[in-house]
T-cell receptor, first 117, second 114 residues
Framework: EAGVTQFPSHSVIEKGQTVTLRCDPI?????LYWYRRVMGKEIKFLLH????????ESGMPNNRFLAERTGGTYSTLKVQPAELEDSGVYFC???????????????FGPGTRLLVL | AQKVTQAQTEISVVEKEDVTLDCVYE???????LFWYKQPPSGELVFLIR??????QNEISGRYSWNFQKSTSSFNFTITASQVVDSAVYFC???????????FGTGTRLQVFP
């Protein structure tokens, strides 16, 4: 069974440009999460989808970030326009949905390393 | 507020030594979940273990063992007879009983030298 995949693995862009990151969750996982690790700091939650609905987007830093999950399958995270402080590693994770249950194990992708110059 | 503290930024050991990675957490939830993830040099986050707050039984998996103590809010991870392949950054994480959002510690970089 394929794990969580992310594309691209690396992206180098200039300040002001737009970048779109993609995540394909494990098949059958309705929960999809985005996290980010800025260099030297902890991994921080950005948002959570259940199928195509945004369950929690409390971690999104500002309106330059737009996440979508059309059809409840893969997700995209767009940064427009990118700023220097957006540099970091963007992780995607997925988990199963179980009724009246939390704390399901999240399985992570390899991450996208974004460098904004 | 929820918080995870991994006070050890970096640990270096020689192969075959035992090593313990510390994790201290803070939460007001009565039900919560604790996790350890491994990030090898290739970059992906690999799930190691999940522990529910109502299950304080320690767990052993091969050379890995975990010591969960609610009294001290700690969930420490021990590698016995470390190997070079254990070299990685290890993250401890917490999620509350009403959300799936993971709160991560800053990670501990473990270097195992031959």
């Amino acid at each position: 069974e394929a794990g969580v995949t992310q594309f691209p693995s690396h992206s180098v862009i200039e300040k002001g440009q737009t970048v779109t990151l993609r995540c394909d969750p494990i098949s059958g996982h309705d929960n999809l999460y985005w996290y980010r690790r800025v260099m030297g700091k902890e991994i921080k939650f950005l948002l959570h989808f259940v199928k195509e609905s945004k369950q929690d987007e409390s971690g999104m830093p500002n309106n330059r970030f737009l996440a979508e999950r059309t059809g409840g399958t893969y997700s995209t995270l767009k940064v427009q326009p990118a700023e220097l402080e957006d540099s970091g590693v963007y992780f995607c994770a997925s988990s199963q949905v179980r009724e009246r249950s939390f704390g399901e194990t999240q399985y992570f992708g390899p991450g996208t390393r974004l460098l904004v110059l | 507020a929820q918080k995870v503290t991994q006070a050890q930024t970096e640990i270096s050991v020689v192969e075959k030594e035992d090593v313990t990675l510390d994790c201290v957490y803070e939460t007001r939830d009565t039900t919560y979940y604790l996790f350890w993830y491994k990030q090898p040099p290739s970059g992906e986050l690999v799930f190691l273990i999940r522990r529910n707050s109502f299950d304080e039984q320690n767990e052993i998996s091969g050379r890995y063992s975990w010591n969960f103590q609610k009294s001290t809010s700690s969930f420490n991870f021990t590698i016995t007879a470390s190997q070079v392949v254990d070299s990685a950054v290890y993250f401890c994480a917490l999620s509350g009983g009403h959300t799936d959002k993971l709160i991560f510690g800053t990670g501990t970089r473990l270097q195992v030298f031959p």
